[in-house]
């Protein structure tokens, strides 16, 4: 039986609206991991300095400096997209809200490219 429900989540049905909606949620969530995560990191200072110093020796490596600048497109998207939403819970934009989606998409991936170049010059 169709559901309309299950169809706006199938790839070739999802429009920019839906796209936007769910990447919204998951880059929520990861920003929510992170968060965990870095709280757990710096945690580790209270078992003192030594511990604290191996543990942050670890994320000086390759696969970190990528993940930070992952993180950083994170951000930048998150905070775009949500901009985007703010306007238009005051109904502005209403008529530019895919390309709104489509520019904070691609101003996030220039960012996570730049950053990765950063990185890339810090090893």
Do not use: C
């Not at 600048?69 to 502005?92: E, K, P, Q, T, Y």
């Not at 895919?98 to 950053?115: E, N, P, R």
């Amino acid at each position: 039986m169709y559901n309309p429900v299950d169809a706006q989540f199938q790839a070739k049905a999802m429009r920019a609206g839906t796209a936007a909606w769910a990447l919204q949620r998951l880059s929520g969530l990861f920003l929510t991991a992170y968060l965990i995560t870095h709280l757990i990191v710096i945690g580790t200072v209270v078992r003192g300095e030594g511990s604290f110093d191996s543990m942050l020796s670890k994320f000086e490596s390759t696969p970190f400096l990528v993940l930070d600048a992952g993180l950083v497109g994170i951000v930048a998207f998150h905070g775009l997209n949500g901009a985007r939403l703010i306007l238009l819970d005051f109904a502005v934009g209403l008529r530019y809200q895919k390309a709104l989606f489509w520019a904070s998409y691609v101003i996030a991936v220039g960012v996570f490219a730049a950053m990765v170049v950063a990185a890339r010059n810090l090893l």
